[in-house]
């Protein structure tokens, strides 16, 4: 029997709504991580002043 691959393999970029994640490189250990990236939910206005009466 062959033996099994010592790599693993890329996983492409996933998308979501609000969120991204990559896959990063092993350690030295081989363990591989996946970064997430949060896009914000909401949109922040800028503050102004009310006018006095």
């Known amino acids: ?3 099994p691959t010592k790599t693993r ?3 492409p970029e996933g998308k979501a709504k ?3 994640t990559r896959q990063m490189e092993a350690n030295e ?3 591989i ?3 997430t990236i ?3 939910f909401h949109k922040i206005a800028k503050y102004e002043t ?3 009466p």
């Open 29 to 31: 250990k081989g363990f």
């Open 50 to 52: 009310p006018k006095r």
């Open 9 to 11: 393999p890329i996983v």
């Open 33 to 35: 991580g996946y970064e």
């Open 38 to 40: 949060w896009e914000p």
């Open 1 to 3: 029997m062959s033996e």
């Open 18 to 20: 609000f969120l991204i």
